[in-house]
């Protein structure tokens, strides 16, 4: 134990622990109501099921959705997708669960009332049977909707966890049978013992899971068997293709700071079309209870949306982002035409809606970027191309369903097999599973866009874009959906303004919130302050226009509305101000939403030209559409492909050429000067931010205690988090001959240098090293962590200054310092001097391998950072074999 001081659980925790508890928890709840009724005879009704459905939704969904979330933060592409999938699962399921106590059944009403069960005299069972509106939501049959494509989901994802250990196999595999005999119990209640039996093999299988992983984080080794090995090799599955992305040229810098949630958006392209297509074909009788699954599962979509933002990846983020818009939209569109207008007004109301178009146009846009990708993307995208020309308003209803329910089949299947070849490919970090060669090359697809720009000009002389970030092109596309959802023509029909309520509602304010929280995080081009007043203003649209006439609001007594149009107009303007420094498509948008503010004051007024609302409605929505086209694309490829304008207004040459001076001394790290100045500071018991192979870190002399002291108080770093050494070279150990074993030794020669961390036994070595005064202040009592960066300048800077304690440039909590000017705005204040070197090599710091027990044949990644964890057990592996 002693060994293991200073490394933290806490810091180090497993959030699979949480996953696996909240799944043998939540199966554990179903059972009890499974096995009470097949003891009774009589099924849960009423309170029971209500109970029951709200700690499925707070154990199994909101516990476990942390559990998920985490694991992406770990890198944990498996158990991140996993969980979140799962959580959607059963709090779809306890919502279902929800509905179901409040609108039971007319059978279990039946068999409650005969034997005096619900509480109920005679009269009053007599009326709540006569009800027919109890049998409304068609429960059972949304249910069986909703289990089957998470039957296949959970097989999938019980087949995946079984190349990484053999205890998840287990658990999910148990909540794939479970679902099977859940979805047949909804018909058959002999199912639900079966069912019940194989919820208790979760529990069990649940907690032993847990609680090996629990071990496993407080002593930071495997103690219970089932982690750490898997059933079989992943590598079994196939050779990686010759024809990947990496060979065309087309791979990136690898982002290892969050996991790959394209698995997750997947699983909801599966889950969502399902549900459609056996609505489509007559097998649901209303779209009640599958309108709350699909909302559930887009919800978990919008996180892989959000995790693809937070590794930089703009194709994703906008893909998941549209097609999360999408599924929305469409579910509460069919939950409106099936509960609350009734299908004899279907065929008008839908006559009147557009919003599909941009939909459809937007598809295309994917389709066109997709050829920058592989194959399997570009099938998918030019299916859920067809699934938008499926939902054109203008087709005959008679032919709609079908034509709409055969499209959501084709997409569901191959959006079940992207899952499989995403996730393995995520776990085997290779090709394993086939998704096809490159369509078009970068360089021809660069080309061909850019010929809308300048056609002689070549990709490769454009600058770096700094015109379009992240979350524009979602940005463009709310606004462009809402826009042509909110044209109608001068006397809508209750029937269309019950369906122009959420198309307008989902993606103007409530998606376009989503997409201000992104600006945030950012802090990109926009800010949050355009995306959130426009979310405002379709709110406030939506309220009056469609809403107000549902809700007996005239002009003659809309003054509130008045006054808020008014108000609009104002911050309008300004935000055509701001628009006027950005771009000139930006500042066309915003002009064009000032006239359509003009309008909806007029309307107030009872004063509306209909015509010039729907024609500025319309211009609004090609502008955000090539907005969108050209964000995406520049944001892609990191070049002005295409032209989103210059600014209109310049600021003053005054404004541009002063700054504000720097917080601390800054050095270049390209001048000897630089360095020189550096090592000073750090001679003279400074703290300095540096350069490394991965993130900028904080470094101190190990000449000077006090200064690695300093460092805690600057990050406020908890004191319990030790601190590692970094040296120029290995040699530099060598010299002072450490009592390592020859495997420790062969080991380090194969990392070194690199961006892994290895924590060994402390010893007198460390005085011989250079490390004397400082050995109480750096690593823990007994273990001490050593870097030996791939990096000249920090290697240099070794050299001047001997050995540094060094930790990650950032305040504790928060993510790591990727450039120069992020250690300077966050922490320059606190420093003696920043050496500046641009932007990192990595985005995420080093991977921690505990060495203690490495002469035992074991070693343990504690942190997995910039290198896998799977490429450092082969490098381990084939030192044993070499040393053996």
């Known amino acids: 134990m002693a060994t293991t001081d200073g490394f933290a659980a806490v810091f180090y925790g497993e959030p699979g622990v949480l996953g696996l508890l909240a799944n043998g928890i939540s199966a554990f709840l179903v059972l009890l109501q499974n096995f009470h009724g097949a003891h009774t005879g009589v099924p849960a009704v009423g309170v029971e099921n209500i109970l029951a459905g709200v700690h499925l939704i707070l154990i199994g969904g909101v516990t476990q959705l942390l559990a998920g979330l985490l694991s992406f933060r770990k890198y944990d592409h498996l158990s991140g997708t996993s969980f979140i999938a799962y959580a959607a699962l059963w709090t779809s399921y306890g919502a279902t669960r929800i509905v179901l106590g409040a609108n039971p059944p007319l059978s279990d009403l039946k068999a409650n009332s005969s034997n005096g069960s619900l509480g109920l005299n005679s009269s009053t069972s007599v009326a709540l049977l006569s009800n027919s509106s109890l049998a409304a939501p068609a429960i059972q049959e949304s249910a069986i909707s909703g289990l089957v494509p998470y039957i296949f989901i959970s097989f999938i994802l019980a087949f995946c966890s079984a190349t990484v250990n053999y205890i998840m196999p287990f658990v999910f595999g148990a909540i794939t049978l479970t679902l099977v005999f859940e979805a047949v119990g909804l018909v058959g209640r002999w199912a639900l013992v079966v069912s019940g039996v194989l919820e208790l093999v979760i529990l069990?299988?649940?907690?032993?899971?847990?609680?090996?992983?629990?071990?496993?984080?407080?002593?930071?080794?495997?103690?219970?068997?089932?982690?750490?090995?898997?059933?079989?090799?992943?590598?079994?599955?196939?050779?990686?293709?010759?024809?990947?992305?990496?060979?065309?040229?087309?791979?990136?810098?690898?982002?290892?700071?969050?996991?790959?949630?394209?698995?997750?958006?997947?699983?909801?392209?599966?889950?969502?079309?399902?549900?459609?297509?056996?609505?489509?074909?007559?097998?649901?009788?209303?779209?009640?209870?599958?309108?709350?699954?699909?909302?559930?599962?887009?919800?978990?979509?919008?996180?892989?949306?959000?995790?693809?933002?937070?590794?930089?990846?703009?194709?994703?983020?906008?893909?998941?982002?549209?097609?999360?818009?999408?599924?929305?939209?469409?579910?509460?569109?069919?939950?409106?035409?099936?509960?609350?207008?009734?299908?004899?007004?279907?065929?008008?109301?839908?006559?009147?809606?557009?919003?599909?178009?941009?939909?459809?146009?937007?598809?295309?846009?994917?389709?066109?970027?997709?050829?920058?990708?592989?194959?399997?993307?570009?099938?998918?995208?030019?299916?859920?191309?067809?699934?938008?020309?499926?939902?054109?308003?203008?087709?005959?209803?008679?032919?709609?369903?079908?034509?709409?329910?055969?499209?959501?089949?084709?997409?569901?299947?191959?959006?079940?097999?992207?899952?499989?070849?995403?996730?393995?490919?995520?776990?085997?970090?290779?090709?394993?599973?086939?998704?096809?060669?490159?369509?078009?090359?970068?360089?021809?697809?660069?080309?061909?866009?850019?010929?809308?720009?300048?056609?002689?000009?070549?990709?490769?002389?454009?600058?770096?874009?700094?015109?379009?970030?992240?979350?524009?092109?979602?940005?463009?596309?709310?606004?462009?959906?809402a826009a042509m959802s909110a044209i109608h023509n001068s006397g809508p029909g209750d029937s269309f303004l019950h369906l122009a309520v959420p198309w307008v509602l989902i993606t103007g304010a409530i998606m376009q919130l989503y997409v201000s929280r992104l600006a945030v995080q950012g802090g990109h081009r926009f800010g949050p302050i355009i995306p959130i007043s426009y979310a405002a203003i379709w709110a406030t649209w939506t309220w009056y226009r469609f809403a107000g006439f549902l809700l007996d609001i005239t002009p003659g007594s809309a003054g509130g509305f008045t006054a808020g149009a008014i108000a609009f107009l104002v911050l309008n303007g300004f935000l055509m101000l701001t628009a006027g420094y950005r771009n000139l498509v930006l500042l066309a948008l915003t002009t064009v939403m000032e006239v359509i503010l003009v309008c909806f004051l007029l309307s107030t007024l009872d004063r509306l030209p209909y015509k010039l609302e729907i024609a500025m409605l319309a211009i609004f929505s090609i502008i955000c559409l090539y907005g969108m086209l050209a964000s995406l694309a520049n944001a892609i490829f990191l070049k002005d492909l295409l032209p989103l304008g210059p600014p209109v207004l310049k600021a003053q040459k005054k404004e541009l050429t002063e700054r504000p001076p720097p917080p601390c001394p800054i050095a270049n790290s390209q001048l000897t000067s630089g360095l020189i100045t550096i090592s000073k500071l750090l001679d003279s018991s400074g703290v300095c931010g540096i350069p490394t192979d991965t993130v900028y870190a904080l470094a101190a002399s190990c000449r000077h205690p006090k200064a690695i002291e300093k460092i805690y108080n600057i990050k406020d770093r908890p004191a319990e988090k030790p601190i590692c050494i970094c040296i120029s070279n290995l040699e530099q150990l060598a010299a002072v001959r450490p009592p390592f074993s020859t495997l420790l030794w062969e080991f380090m020669r194969n990392v070194y240098p690199g961006g892994i961390s290895c924590i060994v036994k402390k010893g007198e070595w460390l005085s011989r090293l250079g490390v004397g005064p400082a050995y109480d202040r750096v690593g823990t009592k007994d273990s001490i962590m050593i870097r030996v960066p791939d990096h000249t300048v920090t290697a240099h800077l070794c050299n001047m200054t001997g050995p540094l304690a060094i930790t990650s440039a950032n305040p504790s909590g928060e993510p790591d310092s990727t450039h120069h000017d992020m250690v300077i705005t966050r922490l320059g204040h606190k420093l003696n001097g920043v050496l500046c070197d641009g932007e990192s090599n990595e985005v995420v710091a080093s991977t921690v391998v505990n060495c203690l027990k490495i002469d035992e044949g074991i070693i343990t990644i504690i942190r997995e950072g910039c290198v896998p964890a799977v490429k450092v057990r082969q490098i381990f592996e084939k030192v044993k074999t070499s040393v053996a």
């Open 204 to 481: 069990v299988c649940g907690l032993y899971g847990a609680t090996a992983l629990l071990l496993k984080g407080i002593l930071q080794r495997n103690v219970l068997k089932g982690f750490g090995n898997p059933l079989f090799n992943v590598l079994l599955l196939g050779t990686a293709n010759k024809s990947s992305s990496q060979s065309l040229g087309q791979e990136k810098k690898k982002n290892t700071k969050y996991a790959e949630p394209m698995a997750l958006g997947y699983i909801s392209d599966t889950v969502s079309p399902f549900i459609f297509a056996f609505y489509c074909f007559g097998y649901m009788p209303n779209f009640f209870v599958g309108a709350i699954w699909v909302s559930i599962t887009s919800f978990a979509q919008l996180f892989s949306s959000y995790y693809a933002y937070l590794r930089e990846d703009s194709y994703h983020t906008t893909k998941f982002g549209l097609h999360c818009s999408y599924w929305l939209m469409k579910a509460w569109e069919e939950f409106v035409l099936s509960v609350m207008v009734g299908k004899e007004e279907v065929g008008g109301a839908r006559d009147g809606m557009v919003g599909d178009w941009f939909f459809l146009a937007a598809a295309i846009v994917l389709c066109l970027l997709s050829l920058n990708t592989d194959t399997l993307e570009l099938l998918h995208n030019a299916l859920f191309l067809l699934l938008t020309v499926s939902t054109i308003s203008q087709i005959p209803l008679q032919r709609y369903y079908i034509f709409f329910g055969v499209a959501c089949c084709l997409f569901l299947v191959l959006s079940l097999y992207a899952t499989f070849a995403r996730q393995v490919n995520s776990i085997a970090e290779k090709a394993l599973i086939p998704v096809g060669p490159q369509p078009l090359s970068t360089d021809t697809l660069q080309s061909v866009l850019i010929v809308l720009k300048r056609s002689w000009v070549k990709p490769q002389d454009l600058p770096p874009s700094s015109a379009s970030q992240l979350p524009d092109a979602l940005f463009f596309l709310c606004n462009g959906v």
